[in-house]
């Protein structure tokens, strides 16, 4: 009698150690393809998230980008000048004209009617002038209403834009005490363009475009023009520039616009 009860508790405690082996290694292997696929998602999510690790921030989108855009041209004067970037920080986009030698041109303040566009001069690191536009981020991925689309001051078309981009609304500056400089803001959907007139002694025998690259070379966000005189209309360069749309939709999720 005792041996029998003895058999059937051991076979008892056989039956439970199976039952809760079983069931650890069921539980293991579920952790085991959950994390897998996390992992895998993640990867494919280019790192906005870190599902393993609820407590950890997901990163800032604006990361990816870069708008750095440099002046890619033999050119002493211009190479690897700086002419266009997007400040994170204040969610703006600066739009930068560098100058030919010699060309001084300082005044710094804001457009009237519109007190958080901004400009001032600039000096980069080779002692280049350049005067630089301050644009928030609205401006550009939403358009603007300010004016009815115009060209450049001499009537033709805005240089080095994309079909349909001849003209643009615009805003206008101009600066007696500075040789009568005229500035020209263009903004629409996307696209931007800044026009700076140049003095008379600054003028330049030959007409040029150089195009506007990222680091490596890879992209080009515009192009730096040359705008010879023509008639009464003095010479003066041009900056042009298009966000690429998958820039523009992280920007406008990103700002809520």
Same mark, same amino acid.
């Given at each position: ?27 293991? +292997? ?194 730096? +023009? ?13 900056? +042009? ?17």
């Amino acid at each position: 009698m005792k041996k029998q009860i003895y058999l059937s508790l051991f076979f008892a405690s056989v039956l439970v150690m199976s039952a809760c082996s079983q069931k650890g290694f069921s539980s293991a +292997s579920l952790n085991s393809t959950s994390q897998a696929s996390t992992s895998f998602d993640s990867g494919n999510n280019g790192g906005l998230d870190n599902p393993t690790n609820p407590n950890q921030p997901a990163a800032d989108p604006l990361t990816k980008i870069d708008l750095k855009g440099r002046v890619d041209s033999d050119n002493s004067s211009y190479s690897k000048a700086l002419a266009f970037d997007f400040d994170k920080i204040r969610g703006e986009f600066i739009i930068m004209v560098p100058f030919p030698s010699g060309v001084m041109f300082t005044p710094a303040g804001s457009f009237s009617k519109y007190p958080d566009i901004t400009f001032s001069p600039i000096i980069d690191a080779e002692g280049r002038m350049k005067f630089a536009v301050r644009i928030p981020v609205k401006y550009i991925i939403k358009g603007s209403g300010f004016l009815p689309p115009t060209s450049l001051p001499n009537g033709d078309a805005l240089p080095a834009m994309p079909q349909g981009y001849g003209e643009l609304p615009s805003l206008g500056l101009n600066f007696p005490a500075h040789d009568n400089t005229q500035v020209t803001l263009y903004i629409g959907v996307n696209a931007v363009g800044l026009f700076v007139t140049l003095p008379p002694k600054a003028a330049l025998p030959f007409k040029f475009s150089f195009p506007i690259k990222n680091a490596d070379k890879s992209k080009t966000f515009g192009y730096l +023009s040359y705008v010879p005189a023509k008639g009464t209309y003095p010479p003066g360069m041009f900056v +042009s520039t298009i966000i690429p749309p998958s820039v523009s939709r992280i920007l406008e999720d990103y700002f809520h616009l």
